[in-house]
């Protein structure tokens, strides 16, 4: 949630920043509204019981001189129900400016580009080498029926439309691809490893940003305060929820390895075969806390840190800068990465890399000090998927097919495999 001080003291930028996302600047003029007569409420309510203590006073003093009351009294209770009235306006403003401030996004970076979807985000760079084979790879989907290691049929059957069974080596694949993420990010970048609860409550989801706004986008277990998870960011970055850290314990650096469920709302007629937008998937989550002055540093570390897994499967990718229209709502500055998909002719976002900066930290109460006798500021938090399980396993099916149709395992993949170097097809 955004800091009132800040939209009070210049509020332009904020109108500005909600102009060129295609929203109603004029929301900030409501919230500015709701604040003045708020604090107006407040000093009148102030003034009130300053009355009430002098009249209180008078009261007593009469009292015990044993004269007359009665008209003091009466003034005691109308100067009550005077304040009651006032403290049950400024509670109705306050609730109404909270809700406004909580869907506003956060405020863009001066370094996020212009414009208004992911038509308009600027390429930074690309690694490995886009071929195009002959004949042309097939579709993930076409090939994993073909070997046998993915089921799309019987999950609908069991589940409905946007799921998946894997089923064999295809099963052991995603087990081996989430594995050598965890064991990089461990071990040669220096993330901790979180085994994340898959249902939380709805304070940590309105913690991290996704209620109240998108809720419709959310999983609800019926009869029960607890969500699915959309992504294991949501319980591991609220671990550290209305606390207050150290600064030597910054930054935090945590890596996670979830179920994550997501309804696609608004997907509809969007990518409907295949691995790419599913109801369940599983995800490997990058999540930093750490002092303001570092956060953006450590958004290009975690780029990189993403990077050098894709690089490690030899998979083509290229980084873009995701411009305004595109971010989202808790970002400040976002890079993609994509795989290309030689059977599809286009790229595919396989991460998503965020600097949310202090706006998930005043939701969530994340906070730290700087020495002991220092008052308390609030952290910045980062997050991204390092990598998605799934589409990594796309990327794979798609651009490792030799000409007979079958898969050729990436060399890092296979010693978790076995040794195993070639998925082939049934005979």
Not at 344 to 373: H, L, M, Y
Request: a negative charge.
């Amino acid at each position: 949630m955004l800091d009132i001080k800040l939209i009070r003291q210049d509020s332009e930028p904020f109108k500005n920043d909600l102009q060129q996302r295609g929203g109603d600047p004029r929301q900030i003029d409501q919230i500015l509204d709701y604040d003045r007569l708020r604090r107006e409420m407040i000093t009148l309510s102030d003034e009130l019981k300053q009355k009430r203590n002098l009249v209180s006073r008078e009261l007593g003093q009469k009292k015990k001189a044993g004269e007359d009351i009665s008209e003091a009294a009466a003034e005691m209770r109308a100067l009550g129900d005077e304040i009651d009235e006032l403290d049950r306006k400024k509670q109705e403003l306050e609730a109404a400016q909270i809700e406004l401030l909580e869907r506003l996004p956060n405020p863009a970076s001066p370094d996020v580009p212009l414009g208004k979807d992911d038509s308009a985000n600027v390429e930074i760079r690309r690694w490995g080498k886009i071929e195009s084979p002959q004949p042309a790879p097939k579709a993930h989907w076409d090939l994993g029926e073909e070997l046998d290691i993915v089921d799309f049929k019987r999950a609908a059957k069991i589940s409905g439309s946007r799921f998946w069974v894997l089923k064999g080596a295809g099963a052991r694949l995603e087990r081996a691809i989430a594995s050598y993420f965890l064991d990089i990010h461990t071990q040669q970048h220096g993330y901790t490893e979180i085994m994340p609860p898959a249902l939380v409550l709805g304070t940590a989801l309105y913690g991290t940003g996704q209620l109240p706004r998108f809720g419709e986008d959310l999983f609800r277990c019926e009869n029960s305060q607890l969500y699915l998870i959309p992504t294991s960011e949501v319980p591991i970055t609220n671990l550290h929820a209305q606390e207050i850290l150290e600064f030597e314990q910054l930054p935090i650096h945590y890596v996670g390895y979830s179920p994550c469920f997501r309804s696609e709302a608004g997907a509809a007629g969007k990518d409907t075969r295949g691995l790419i937008r599913v109801h369940q998937f599983h995800k490997v989550e990058l999540v930093k806390i750490c002092a303001p002055e570092h956060s953006y540093q450590e958004l290009e570390n975690m780029v990189a840190d993403a990077e050098r897994v894709l690089q490690g499967l030899e998979l083509p990718y290229r980084v873009v800068k995701v411009c305004l229209g595109d971010l989202g709502f808790t970002a400040a500055l976002k890079y993609d990465l994509e795989i290309w998909s030689p059977a599809q002719q286009r790229w595919i976002e396989i991460s998503s890399c965020s600097n949310c900066t202090d706006f998930q930290a005043r939701r969530a109460g994340i906070r730290f000090r700087r020495n002991p006798k220092a008052s308390p500021e609030f952290c910045h938090t980062l997050n991204g998927s390092g990598l998605a399980v799934g589409r990594t396993l796309v990327a794979i099916m798609e651009n490792f097919q030799d000409a007979e149709g079958n898969l050729v395992i990436p060399a890092a993949l296979r010693p978790y495999l076995g040794g195993i170097e070639v998925l082939r097809r049934p005979q």
